[in-house]
T-cell receptor
Framework: EAGVTQSPTHLIKTRGQQATLRCSPISGHTSVYWYQQALGLGLQFLLWYDEGEERNRGNFPPRFSGRQFPNYSSELNVNALELEDSALYLC?????????????FGPGTRLTVL | AQSVTQLGSHVSVSEGALVLLRCNYSSSVPPYLFWYVQYPNQGLQLLLKYTSAATLVKGINGFEAEFKKSETSFHLTKPSAHMSDAAEYFCAAGGSNYKLTFGKGTLLTVNP
């Protein structure tokens, strides 16, 4: 069974550009979470998608957005990139429904903003 | 709001020694609690999770954690450290809003 996949592995952008990151959860997992892991700040919750809908978002500005597709894969978009957006972005998939299920993480996308 | 505190950003032990990584959570309601491990340049892997079925939770690779409600703690232990245990460890809590709040992580170094 394939694990959670993320693409690209690395992404280099300049200030003001837009970045698009992609995530495919394990087959059968319908919820996708996005996290930012910045140096010194730990893992910060960004967004949660379930059954195609945004269910919750963390304390990030609106230029961080995303969507979930009918096949449950997800895309994270970051507009107007700033230097402090440089981080490892992790996505995690989980079963939907009630309860706090285990989240399965992908390897991450390393975003560097120059 | 939920918060998770990991005491000690860096813990160093000798191979074969006890590993103890500390985690405290803040919640009036016992949350779901997790320990994850992250090896360099990789995503997070679940070590174990607490879901109120038992206070002592056994995980993979010989790790276990004990939930203590009175101390709001969920410390991670392993009786004997291996070199392969060197990694960063994250404690996380989840609640009714279905999002995980992570601690800042503890980097475990294992010395030969």
């Amino acid at each position: 069974e394939a694990g959670v996949t993320q693409s690209p592995t690395h992404l280099i952008k300049t200030r003001g550009q837009q970045a698009t990151l992609r995530c495919s959860p394990i087959s059968g997992h319908t919820s996708v979470y996005w996290y930012q892991q910045a140096l010194g700040l730990g893992l910060q919750f960004l967004l949660w998608y379930d059954e195609g809908e945004e269910r919750n978002r963390g304390n990030f500005p609106p230029r961080f957005s995303g969507r979930q597709f009918p096949n449950y894969s997800s895309e994270l978009n970051v507009n107007a990139l700033e230097l402090e957006d440089s981080a490892l972005y992790l996505c995690a998939g989980t079963l939907g429904g009630q309860g706090m299920n285990e989240q399965f993480f992908g390897p991450g996308t390393r975003l560097t903003v120059l | 709001a939920q918060s998770v505190t990991q005491l000690g950003s860096h813990v160093s032990v000798s191979e074969g020694a006890l590993v103890l990584l500390r985690c405290n959570y803040s919640s009036s309601v016992p949350p779901y609690l997790f320990w994850y491990v992250q090896y360099p340049n990789q995503g997070l892997q679940l070590l174990l999770k607490y879901t109120s079925a038992a206070t002592l939770v056994k995980g993979i690779n010989g790790f276990e954690a004990e939930f203590k409600k009175s101390e709001t703690s969920f410390h991670l232990t392993k009786p004997s450290a291996h070199m392969s245990d060197a990694a960063e460890y994250f404690c996380a809590a989840g609640g009714s809003n279905y999002k995980l709040t992570f601690g800042k992580g503890t980097l475990l170094t294992v010395n030969p």
